[in-house]
Structures are given as C-alpha cells and as structure tokens.
Nanobody, 123 residues
Framework: QVQLVESGGGLVQAGDSLRLSCAASGRTFSSYAMGWFRQAPGKEREFVAAISWRGRSTYYADSVKGRFTISRDNAKNTVYLQMNSLKPEDTAVYYC????????????????WGQGTQVTVSS
C-alpha cells in the first residue's frame, strides 16, 4: 500500500514557475514508477509526465515538453514536478500516481493516486 500526498500548488501568473511535490508513504516507494496527471474543469484527466523507479527514464506529454521536469528522490520518498513558463492552459488539478510495474502514459496502469493539488495560472 502506498499513500501519496501532493503539495506545492497555487495561483501564479503566466510565465511563472512552480514546483509540485508528491510525498509517498511506505518503504517500497523506490520500486514504483511515478507519474503526474492533470485534470482541468470539464476536461478528461491527461498524462503530464512519468519517471521510472530509478529515475533514469522520463517521459513527457508534448504539451509540457521543454517546460516541465519530473524528478524523484527515493531517499525522501518524494517525486517532483518542476513547472516553468507556465501558461493559462496549464490550469488544472495535478495528481501524482504510482505504478507497481512500469512507467506508463495511461492512468489506468497506475495503482495508487494522491488527492491532487490545484494549479491556477492567470493570464
């Protein structure tokens, strides 16, 4: 069992940066691939970024590539999402998720989810 708690969301202006954190409970965190997803009002949840269990591999949605960076610190049981050059269309609730098997784009592959943190980007 893994429990995930996101933090770091907030209200920022276009062009600003934010770093989201996702703290995980459990001693097996380092064996999970991790992902970030987001859901804007009236829209479906979408993939943002994923990282392998060691952190050696990452993958990004085209919409955030070059602006967002996913990373992890297994010693701290935490995964991060550094978001730079934020745009109003990045406004959403951001969720982190853990996958027991592999890095994945589909949310259905993930086994555990956090409660989400709101990111609002004003123009």
């Amino acid at each position: 069992q893994v429990q995930l708690v996101e933090s770091g969301g907030g209200l920022v202006q276009a062009g600003d940066s934010l770093r989201l954190s996702c703290a995980a409970s459990g001693r097996t965190f380092s064996s999970y691939a991790m992902g970030w997803f987001r859901q804007a009002p009236g829209k479906e949840r979408e993939f943002v970024a994923a990282i392998s269990w060691r952190g050696r591999s990452t993958y990004y949605a085209d919409s955030v590539k070059g602006r967002f960076t996913i990373s992890r610190d297994n010693a701290k049981n935490t995964v991060y999402l550094q978001m730079n050059s934020l745009k109003p269309e990045d406004t959403a609730v951001y969720y982190c998720a853990a996958d027991k098997s592999k890095m994945a784009v589909s949310g259905y592959e993930y086994d555990y989810w956090g409660q989400g943190t709101q990111v609002t980007v004003s123009s």
